[in-house]
C-alpha cells in the first residue's frame, strides 16, 4: 500500500496551491479520503475529506470556500485545491485512506506560506 503526496512547496499569502496524492495497492474506489495538517508544535487536523464515489465532501470550517477536495477513481488520486493561502496554512499536509478498520497514511507534504 502507498500513498504518494505530492505539490507542496513555498506560496505567497493569497496564492494557490493543488496538492495530490496518489493511492496504489489498495481498491481506492472503495476509501474514503481525508485530508489532514500538521502544523509544528501542533496536533494533526482534518481539512477536507471525500466518500468513495466522490459525492459527499467535508470540510474544517477555516477551509470551507477557500480549499476543495476532489477524487479521479480511475487514476486512483485525490486532490486539494487551495486557494486563498494564509499564513497559518503553513503545515505537513497527509492523506489519508479509510475503510472499515483500515487506515492508510502518506508521508506528506511541506506546504509553506509566506512573504
Known amino acids: 500500500v502507498q500513498l504518494v503526496e505530492s505539490g507542496g512547496g513555498l506560496v505567497q499569502p ?3 496551491l493543488r496538492l495530490s496524492c ?3 495497492g489498495f481498491t481506492f ?3 474514503t479520503m481525508k485530508w489532514y495538517r500538521q502544523a509544528p508544535g501542533k496536533e ?4 477536507a475529506g471525500i466518500s468513495s464515489g466522490g459525492g459527499i465532501t467535508n470540510y474544517a470550517d ?6 476543495t477536495i476532489s477524487r479521479d477513481n ?3 488520486t485525490v486532490y486539494l485545491q487551495m486557494n486563498s493561502l494564509k499564513p497559518e ?13 483500515q ?3 502518506g508521508q506528506g507534504t511541506q506546504v509553506t506560506v509566506s512573504s
Open 22 to 24: 496518489a493511492a496504489s
Open 62 to 67: 477555516s477551509m470551507k470556500g477557500r480549499f
Open 89 to 101: 496554512d503553513t503545515a505537513v499536509y497527509y492523506c489519508n485512506a479509510r475503510w472499515s478498520t
Open 103 to 105: 487506515s492508510y497514511w
Open 14 to 16: 493569497g496564492g494557490s
Open 44 to 47: 494533526r487536523e482534518l481539512v
Open 29 to 31: 474506489s472503495s476509501y
Open 74 to 76: 480511475n487514476k486512483n
